[in-house]
């Protein structure tokens, strides 16, 4: 993801009706279904509740919809590629 531009930020609604910002820190498709990772953006980053929040986006009603990812194996492997893209960035920008 490019910082160019500056980060992107989106506002989520939970099925309570609550509103987060999360931070977009990137996309990647694994096995044929997209995640995305966030940070949340309105949350203090000494709060134990602060940490990365992984979301798979579902189609519903032809609509795409970020949804929870229920499986822990498939949130381990997916929090395990997302791991391997941020720190091969990290290693990129590094480089430059």
Not at 30 to 44: E, N, R, V
Not at 65 to 78: C, F, K, P, S, W
């Amino acid at each position: 993801m490019s910082e160019e531009f500056g980060p992107d930020f989106v506002s989520i609604t939970d099925e309570e009706g609550n509103e987060f910002e999360l931070e977009h820190l990137g996309t990647l498709e694994h096995k044929g279904t997209t995640y995305m990772a966030f940070l949340p953006a309105d949350m203090d980053e000494d709060d134990e509740d602060y940490g990365i929040i992984l979301l798979k986006v579902i189609q519903e009603n032809g609509e795409d919809l970020l949804a929870d990812i229920d499986n822990e194996a498939e949130l381990n492997e997916v929090y395990d590629q997302f791991m391997e893209q941020l720190f091969a960035e990290d290693e990129e920008d590094e480089g430059e």
